[in-house]
């Protein structure tokens, strides 16, 4: 049997809980020495502890200095850094009209400018050892528009983008860094119970998602693992949606 990331490191942000978890956790079963991150210290040292090999860092993504503590954390207990997995987000309801600008920009610093920090300092960790992965996080949002949260679709928009224009850096420096964006639609997750409560749905809403198909984070994850291996060696600078149809009805 192959192990896909032996010898291997990566860091996935947001990962004490859903699709962060999920992908820290098929990742380190693939071989990989896993670094979590996330602003709940409790939650994410337990997560991390169920993990063989892995370790928690507190981390705010919007904060340039601990992105810079993070790489240099990595980098002094593993010698190296392979994948990257911006997957750091929130959700808070607002449309155009009663969005506040504190709302939208904390949107911004956390998953937009948190994106552009974790690959601004990733990229040179990742050029030394030869190249690697990134696997940013957006959102069908991105795509498909969604007035309830426009804050959040905003960022989920930026991420989008921003993924073409590294892809495009890494290869004009001959970087052998992949630069790829996903994009999922509903998953049963916490931020996504939390979401459909804030609107009334409840465990009610989460399992109309699943009759539809919506799926789990191990779905996510799985696409996270393949981005991440050298089965996607000629993969870079895409958007993959992951939604079940949800973008095409």
Known sequence: MTIR????????TGAASGLGAADARLMAAEGARVVLTDINVELGEATAKAIEGAIFIRHDASSEADWQTLIDTTLSRFGRLDILVNNAGLVQFGTIENTSLEQFRLHQS?????TFLGCKHAIPAMAKGGGGSIINVSSVAAIKGNSPVLAYTAAKGAILAMTRSISLHCQEQDYNIRCNCILPGAHATPMTAAA???LGGGAAGIEEIQKNGQGKPEDVGNLVVFLASDESRHITGTQIVIDNGETSR
Request: charged letters at 20%; hydrophobic letters at 60%; proline letters at 0%.
């Open 5 to 12: 990331f032996d010898g291997k490191v990566a860091i996935v």
């Open 110 to 114: 956390v998953m937009s400018e948190g």
């Open 196 to 198: 459909m409560a804030a």
